[in-house]
């Protein structure tokens, strides 16, 4: 583990915003990408379930279908990459029981000795009071996912948006969503910075200090 | 701009885990502490708003009494710093014309010029549909902030466990939240491991890739 300066986090982070002008020439290395894919899914989740997906719409045609119900913001066009992120609608034992094979594959362990942890998961997941909340605790995940993201571009120097402003009804019909068990919950355009994106130099917009940090 | 590279970012990503026992004598320097609330004063957040708080709880005798409400999870007594991330439970023309100032204030402009942002903002915000969405709104941009946190916890080398695990209403109460308008939403333990846990070495379980990541 070789860490970075606190004054080089923080430079990325300064130097990161949501990036409204997109270099459409610019692309993204494919290692790079590789990278960020992979970071992806060393998100942190709930119990480690990952409810999600991440669909990485390369196809110009489908990006270009997309664009009226993201109210025409070009980044979906323009961006190098074009994330969206999709969130798990249901759960069952079917995926808590996937999750627990992979568990003890990976660890080398049976799956007998994770019934405790069973136990704890299908108590919340599985819970008719729970049911209906399965896609707002899905969404909770992908957006860790999504500040995970939004932080490995910067330090990446690689530029980003993300973007809320999208008629998810829309988009889960063109990507074929709901009949996957899925829906599309928030997007991210990754690529480079266009010269010509005034709010690139726009100073950052913050909440005093003290007004959004309490010590207790 | 000084990137850092994809090794190294991946590096960080592997090294981190949600940790289940810190070093109780451990404690982050300020330097990185301050390092890491700039990171979250700086998360991205849905128009700006930065729809939320972050308490820090140093007092010893509040993190004991948090404890019993977190299913005795000990980190929340071990770790060098515990955060609770609190969001708004509603949003008014208060909190918007207040950012609106701020915007204004920051970037030398009148308030008058962003008339055309005051509108998106008021339409969506305040309508009466979205009005029971606002404390959902607020834990996603929350959660953003917790991924950024994360991520920029490991590239810092400092250890970190999310933690959703706890009673809100019993939080609450406590951190006297609901009368400033707060709720709390997830909790994050920030220090360094301890060498007896032993979740430090256990192999990652995550999804096959071609399982999480679709290109389209």
Sequence with gaps: MNPISNTQLLEALNWRYATKQFDAAKKISADTITALEESLILSASSFGLQPYRFLVVNDKAMREKLLPHTWGQRQVVDASHYLVFAGRTTMSEKEIDAFLKLTADTRGMSVETLKGYRGMMTGMLLADSFQPKVPHWAALQAYIALGNLLTSAAVLGVDACPIEGFVPAEYDKLL?????????????????????????????????????IKHI
Excluded at 179 to 190: H, K, N, P, R, T
């Design 176 to 212: 074929s969503l709901p009949e996957q068990g899925f829906a599309s919950i928030v997007c991210c355009a990754l690529g480079y910075r266009a010269d010509t994106d005034k709010y690139a130099t726009a100073k950052k917009v913050r909440a005093a200090k003290a007004d959004l």
